[in-house]
């Protein structure tokens, strides 16, 4: 079950069981929206906004705490797609809008990457769905002290820059 770094009623920060991308080349983390939804223009408005600040507050925390993105940058790719792959449980075709799930990946971009699809200046590479476990079997998540990190400046960034209070919080 993912790690939760932060939920607010623009979703949920959490850490991903299946790592895209490992702590020293930038690392990983995701944010789902305030309620699961195949397709992001299900979300409503002010949920769509919200969910948009925290992915903003997300990946300007990681900006900001982590050291491995000095003089780096971030990639944010929206998925869902593994889960309607044929080998994905249940195995067979799906139906799209019972199987999609939106989540936004946050995946920072560092000038000294190690792994070879991690290359600074080139597109990531992914794996296909089928070959993603092995792809991805020696990625090392952010340390609890970094996800401790990233979840305090995502608070304060939601609470200052973004003006994101919780409904029914005093102003």
Request: glycine share 8%; aromatic share 8%.
């Amino acid at each position: 079950m993912p790690l939760v770094l932060h939920s607010c009623s623009g979703g949920t920060l959490v850490v991903p069981d299946s790592l895209l991308c490992d702590r020293r080349d930038g690392g990983h983390l995701v944010v789902n929206p305030p309620r699961p939804v195949w397709e992001r223009s299900e979300l409503a408005p002010m949920e769509l906004a919200r969910w948009s600040c925290l992915v903003a507050a997300t990946g300007r925390a990681m900006l900001d705490v982590l050291p491995v993105l000095n003089e780096g940058c971030l990639n944010y790719w929206e998925a869902g797609n593994w889960a309607l792959n044929d080998q994905a449980p249940p195995a067979g075709p799906k139906n799209v809008q019972a199987h999609r799930r939106v989540h936004l990946h946050v995946l920072g971009r560092n000038r000294r990457s190690a792994h070879p699809d991690w290359r600074w200046g080139e597109s990531p590479k992914f794996p296909r769905w089928a070959d993603m476990a092995a792809w991805a079997s020696g990625f090392e998540a952010l340390t609890p002290a970094e996800c401790e990190a990233v979840a305090g400046r995502v608070q304060v960034l939601l609470d200052g820059r973004f003006r994101m209070p919780e409904p029914g919080a005093q102003a």
